[in-house]
């Protein structure tokens, strides 16, 4: 056995993750350092190891420590702290047994989808959202996430407009009908978008479909 010590910035912690679990290594421990010359651990770190007592039980469960992370990272996105979130996030996803919770591993990529497109980060947010969805093809709003960042940021409508369908299938609002009506429109394909118009301005969120139908008829009101 040999152990390796790094230290790398908290925005690599991920890829590093990745990179590990590629080649079927886990149990890594993590601790987030401030200082000069020497390490500092700050109030909410966080150690996921797999270190072994003398009766040769795990000290901590991986489980609930992923689950512990998640909780703090949910504390910090309502507080705004985005970055602290974030890393919370990637800590749960260490260790392995978060893996065998498809719940719980679903939550936490979506926390951390979420994170990354308050942060700007609509790749990362994109691919967190994704891996949702391949754990779980009916996760409530993330065949849409997955759409609107296809449809905004990648400039595909076409490919964005078969998602939006997908969440309409599993549960219909009129965000979603406000959305698919942007791509078609994007797409100049008019009767579609507004026979989608039509069906977004019949659901009671109007706040959001009057954000999104806006961008298609600025001054256009229901009737």
């Given at each position: 056995?040999?152990?390796?010590e ?5 925005f ?14 886990h149990?890594?421990s993590?601790?987030e ?7 500092k ?32 990272a949910?504390?910090?996105f309502a507080d ?41 980060r ?6 967190d959202?994704?891996?949702?969805l ?6 409530p ?19 964005a ?17 406000a ?12 009767a ?32």
């Amino acid at each position: 056995m040999k152990k390796i010590e790094a230290y790398i910035q908290p925005f690599m912690l991920r890829k590093v993750v990745d990179a590990l679990q590629a080649i079927h290594i886990h149990g890594m421990s993590v601790i987030e350092a401030k200082g000069f010359g020497k390490e500092k651990e700050t109030q909410h770190k966080t150690q996921h190891n797999q270190q072994i007592n003398s009766n040769g039980r795990n000290r901590h469960s991986p489980l609930e420590d992923s689950h512990t992370c998640y909780k703090l990272a949910e504390r910090y996105f309502a507080d705004r702290q985005y970055e602290n979130a974030l890393k919370e996030c990637c800590r749960a996803l260490l260790p392995d047994a978060a893996g065998d919770d498809g719940k719980l591993r679903s939550h936490i990529l979506h926390l951390r989808g979420l994170c990354n497109e308050k942060l700007g980060r609509s790749d990362e947010a994109f691919d967190d959202f994704s891996m949702v969805l391949k754990l779980d093809s009916k996760y409530p709003h993330m065949n849409a996430k997955v759409g609107k960042i296809i449809m905004e940021v990648l400039g595909e409508p076409r490919e964005a407009i078969a998602y939006f369908s997908r969440e309409i299938e599993i549960k219909q609002s009129g965000e979603v009908y406000a959305l698919r009506a942007l791509a078609h429109h994007q797409l100049g394909e008019l009767a579609e978008t507004l026979e989608d118009y039509r069906k977004a301005c019949s659901f009671a969120d109007q706040d959001k479909v009057l954000l999104i139908t806006g961008k298609i008829f600025p001054l256009e009101t229901k009737g």
